[in-house]
């Protein structure tokens, strides 16, 4: 199994998604400097961390989504290959058109750094495959720009085609306006493509793997992309 | 020739942006409502002829400088 993890100008949670996929799982998992027009041979997975790309300029994402390491992701995305977008991941995939929408200002407007609490919706794909749908796990937000937003036709469409991956719930996996900690549209937290193996969202699961640190809600995902992998790494 | 791109977001999406400047607003006792906040992005594009540079202005939006899902453009040509 190998990751590779795409490196901006201004990434700051390249480190924790290392951490989480090398040194805790056991991953072989590479930095891959934006300036780069390949990932490496045999990438399995592509996980954009979370950061201020570009120091967030123009829109959060907009500049990384040109970057020339994206072309590559794009071709890995569109043959079939995983891609795992977190915080400012998520808002690159959307500006790069990977995945519909656009992560607007909190409605708070201000940075929100919480741990909360997530619903699977769809527990069919190869990031949620070890779960169930319904499960509720924890896991920390920390942004500034994570209030989903898509037009309401295009909202309709992603809702009817099960593009919602994790949904923002209570604790016991209620869903409600008042566990949306950001103002996003239907309590979104993380969406996937038509094909299902590009997924983007606001929270941040690779924080939470590490025992030593004291919790491990994002195991999960995890547990889910070595299941779905499992198989390639034997061929 | 100069261009002047007025970036703005959709009249259906939330501004809190606006919205708290526009409380600010209401804290000095000014009467105002709808306050939006957009960009303004000056581009110097060369040509002569404004109709080219405009189209390339707006191609210019349609890559990078707009994002369809929550904002407009408007494209002046000075």
Redesign the interface.
Known sequence: MRVAVPVFPGSNCDHDALHACGTVIGWDTIPVWHQETRLPEGTDLVFIPGGFSYGDY??CG?IAA?APIMADVKRHADNGGLVLGVCNGFQIL??AQLL???L??????RFIHADVHLRVERADLPFTAAMKAGDVFRVPIAHAEG?F????A?LADLEARGGVAFRYCSPQGEIGEAFVPN?AMNGIAGIVNVRGNVLGMMPHPERVVDPRLGATGGMGIFRSLATALAPRSYE | MKVRVSVQLKP???D??GK?VEQGLHGFGFAVEHVRIGRLIELEVPGTDAADVKARAQAMCDK??V?P??EKASIEVL
């Open positions: 123009l829109r907009a040109l959307c500006e519909p929408g656009a607007l200002r909190n409605a708070s407007l209030n937003t898509l037009e309401p295009d103002g | 259906g999406i939330l809190p942006q708290a990078l400088l994002n899902v929550m």
